[in-house]
Nanobody, 116 residues
Framework: VQLVESGGGLVQAGGSLRLSCAAS????????MAWYRQAPGKQRELVAA???????DYADSVKGRFTISRANAKNTMYLQMNSLKPEDTAVYYC???????????WGQGTQVTVSS
């Protein structure tokens, strides 16, 4: 399974960005997908997750501002980020969990920079 993120960039505080993650390869057993982020000098943290049935979960820091969604037919996941803050600056990674083999896949990451 290959994951490719896109949509990162530079935005002013209060602005919006939409990240996309396209999955290809043997995606049949992919169950949960998620977005993580890692800021310089910090550990990677979970931002939002979505299951194949559409159940979602969010980090407290992004609730009400970010929306995760998934288009199963397109093997694509999205993260709509609104009201962005400088503290949202990080590299954002796409993650997919294959429940059949118990393995996690990662994308290469996309940089999001929010200026104050």
């Amino acid at each position: 399974v290959q994951l490719v993120e896109s949509g990162g960039g530079l935005v002013q505080a209060g602005g919006s960005l939409r990240l996309s993650c396209a999955a290809s390869g043997d995606t049949f057993s992919i169950n949960a997908m998620a977005w993580y982020r890692q800021a310089p000098g910090k550990q990677r943290e979970l931002v939002a997750a979505v299951t194949s049935l559409g159940s979602t979960d969010y980090a407290d820091s992004v609730k009400g501002r970010f929306t995760i969604s998934r288009a199963n037919a397109k093997n694509t996941m999205y993260l709509q980020m609104n009201s962005l803050k400088p503290e949202d600056t990080a590299v954002y990674y796409c993650n997919a969990y294959d429940s059949k083999i118990g393995y996690e896949y990662w994308g290469q990451g996309t940089q999001v920079t929010v200026s104050s």
